[in-house]
């Protein structure tokens, strides 16, 4: 069975940043594609940010974070990372981490198998 546990996550000021790590346990984490997601209050949980397994390593962001976000993988350390710059407000959720038992990403929620309990990011204006 695969774990996911998050970290990094905090309260920042408004254009501050974070680095969130996702560290995997119980499975092949090279092999799996690789996934961010967030909710904020009374919303559904909404894609982020996304990366192919290993033999194809590409990316993808929704667009309100292209260009501030950038998402990352260390297969050595079994970890995927969320680098977070430029943070605004509406930022402000729990962000998810998620697992995904194909070399290709997806970017729907039920698209995944495996999730990670979740960390805050909360953005102060």
């Known amino acids: 069975q695969v774990q996911l546990v998050e970290s990094g996550g905090g309260l920042v000021q408004a254009g501050g940043s974070l680095r969130l790590s996702c560290a995997a346990s119980g499975g092949t984490f090279s092999t799996y594609a690789m996934g961010w997601f967030r909710q904020a209050p009374g919303k559904e949980r909404e894609f982020v940010a996304a990366v192919s397994a290993t033999n194809f390593r590409t990316t993808t962001y929704t667009d309100s974070v292209k260009g501030r976000f950038t998402i990352s993988r260390d297969n050595a350390q079994n970890t995927v990372y969320l680098q977070i710059n430029s943070l605004k407000p509406e930022d402000t959720a729990v962000y998810y981490c998620?697992?995904?038992?194909?070399?290709?990403?997806?970017?729907?929620?039920?698209?995944?198998?495996?999730w990670g309990q979740g960390t805050q990011v909360t953005v102060s204006s």
């Open positions: 998620a697992g995904r038992t194909t070399k290709y990403y997806g970017t729907r929620p039920l698209d995944y198998d495996y």
